[in-house]
């Protein structure tokens, strides 16, 4: 059991699969993840794949504001994933509501909503900074694994 | 089999109006559709009113990372009406190169998404490469790759200097090479003509009757474009002719796309060899004087409309943005009544609404006699699509012959 514990967690860390899920936000920051996504950034290279489903996935990439009617949705994608599960809140709306602060119909950042693992500031977090981000999340997954082990 | 109710959304949450589709089926083919618009409601418009006119701008770019640059320059050519400020040529020049490098950047998007909803990959990774010029001439202009706070009440903040002129130059050179290549693409891939034509056609007197704007009103023969029939900003100045085409589908969409990526390339040659110099701002007063304006811009994706009203103190009274894909949202529904199930996902994404958001949208079928529900996601739905095409109709984007070149 230890051992299979051990290859789980090695093939998480040498290949986390994600979901973007977009809580409201203006598109820019999700055009940036996509961009890392294409040639130029290609951030498949680090074994990081972009999924359909939340139940496939290991790190939920939020971006945006999390507006009233996306709370219950979010928080559903967020239940449907399988354990251990990280959020990663791309761009300034998703780390504190940004521009959006204050606007009645905001609740906040990601983090009054769902707990979240890594903030990528940015309006919005470009390329560089999301593959930044993604890659200090492993490392430290990679930390935690070798202190309990 | 009865007719069958499939609900499509709300989860479409990147898109600014974001959209629920419910949709009739007898077998495969749609009877009816029902737009439902209104889930990602921000408030922006009642910020607008808490904030002041600087801060709006930066507020108002947001509605959209895509074109952000429209909604700020519309809503600020609404408030420079009202405060009746002359703007130097230099600026409105800036502001128009500006406005056509995002109109090349997002149609490129939209080439790439276009071609990933019908299964043809490969060209969404060539033009979301050659989409990082734009970007990376983009970034140099203005200091960010989106959103790109240019403008500012009374002009732009960023002056551009001969070298950089000399450094675009080339780069719009490699670029127009490259869109001769999709057009060449588009024209004449016996493949994507097969998959496209006929497919969400929009009648001409339907995209009248159903306000459409911008390519999808164009493709459908309606010659209308803000740039030529109410220049704004340095548009007047400009050669360039509106492309419309008559094949009133999808096939029509492209191709209007494609041929504007060469009428932006030819804009912003003119506007780099002409630029006149001088100031790019004037000063403006913090207080607008009481007034109302109604401001028009040339969306990459239609026709944008910006209202201001002004009460003489720091902050607007009113602001209402009516942004391009409310006005095509509802001829989508047009497009796919009488269609097929399988055309779904290369319709909705050929009006032109952001793509981020179409992995996520749900399907859920509901079959009425039985009442189970079974949840299609937008991938499964996309997968089928391409599936159906290639056992239905012999449409098959792997056999399409990639040019070499690159």
């Known amino acids: ?149 | 089999m009865g007719k069958v109710m499939i609900p499509i959304g709300p989860q479409h949450p990147a898109l600014k109006e974001p959209a629920s589709f419910n949709i009739t089926l007898d077998g495969e083919k749609i009877l009816d559709m029902i737009v439902k618009v209104g889930y990602n409601h921000r408030g922006i418009e009642k910020a607008c009113e808490q904030r002041t006119y600087i801060q709006d701008i930066y507020l108002l770019e947001r509605v959209c990372g895509i074109c952000s640059h429209t909604h700020s320059t519309c809503f600020l050519q609404a408030v420079e009406e009202i405060a009746a400020l002359e703007l130097p040529k230099r600026a409105h020049y800036l502001r128009t190169i500006v406005a056509e490098l995002e109109r090349v950047h997002s149609h490129l998007l939209w080439l790439g998404v276009a071609g990933h909803e019908v299964g043809f990959d490969t060209l969404l990774m060539y033009s979301w490469r050659d989409r990082e010029i734009v970007m990376d001439i983009l970034s140099m202009l203005t200091g960010n790759r989106v959103n790109y706070a240019m403008n500012t009440v009374g002009g732009v903040r960023r002056d551009i200097s001969p070298d950089q002129i000399k450094t675009i130059l080339p780069l719009v050179d490699i670029l127009e090479e490259r869109t001769k290549y999709y057009i060449q693409v588009a024209s004449e891939e016996v493949t994507l003509i097969e998959r496209l034509s006929k497919v969400g056609t929009l009648s001409h007197d339907d995209a009248l009757k159903l306000g459409a704007a911008g390519p999808t009103a164009r493709a459908s023969g309606r010659d209308i474009d803000v740039r030529r029939d109410d220049p704004y900003a340095a548009y007047a100045d400009l050669s360039f002719k509106v492309i419309t085409d008559n094949h009133n589908d999808v096939l029509g969409r492209t191709l209007v796309r494609v041929g504007e990526l060469m009428e932006s390339y030819k804009m912003i040659r003119q506007l780099l060899k002409n630029i006149p110099e001088g100031p790019i701002a004037v000063k403006a007063p913090r207080k607008i004087q009481a007034g109302e304006a109604l401001s028009r811009y040339e969306a990459p994706r239609g026709e944008d409309v910006h209202y201001v009203k002004a009460n003489g103190t720091d902050r607007p009274e009113r602001v209402k943005v009516r942004a391009p894909t409310l006005a095509n949202v509802q001829a989508v529904a047009a497009m796919l009544k009488n269609g097929y199930l399988a055309d779904i996902p290369i319709v909705v994404a050929a009006i032109d609404p952001c793509f981020s958001c179409t992995d996520r949208m749900m399907v859920s079928m509901k079959d009425a006699n039985s009442r189970k529900e079974n949840f299609i996601d937008w991938k499964t739905l996309r997968q089928y699509s391409i599936d159906w095409y290639k056992q239905n109709r012999g449409v098959d984007m792997s056999k399409i012959k990639i040019s070499k070149r690159w």
């Not at chain 1, 055009?31 to 939920?60: C, M, N, Q, S, W």
Request: net charge positive; aromatic share 8%.
């Open chain 1, 1 to 149: 059991m230890a051992f299979l514990n051990k290859m789980v967690t090695w093939a998480r860390v040498k290949s986390p699969w994600i979901i973007h899920f977009n809580s409201g936000a203006c598109n820019a920051c999700d055009i940036e993840i996509i961009a890392a996504l294409t040639p130029r950034y290609d951030i498949e290279r680090f074994g990081i794949l972009l999924k359909a489903t939340p139940r496939h996935a290991d790190v939920l990439v939020c971006s945006g504001p999390v507006t009233r009617q996306i709370r219950s949705r979010l928080i559903r994608i967020y239940e449907q994933m399988a354990e251990p599960k990280f959020v990663v809140a791309v761009g300034t709306c998703a780390c504190s509501g940004g521009v959006f602060k204050g606007c009645y119909n905001v609740m906040g950042g990601v983090d009054s909503v769902i707990p979240v693992s890594a903030f990528i500031p940015g309006c919005p977090a470009c390329p560089e900074a999301i593959m930044d981000g993604v890659v200090k999340l492993i490392t430290s997954l990679e930390k935690a694994e070798e202190k309990s082990a």
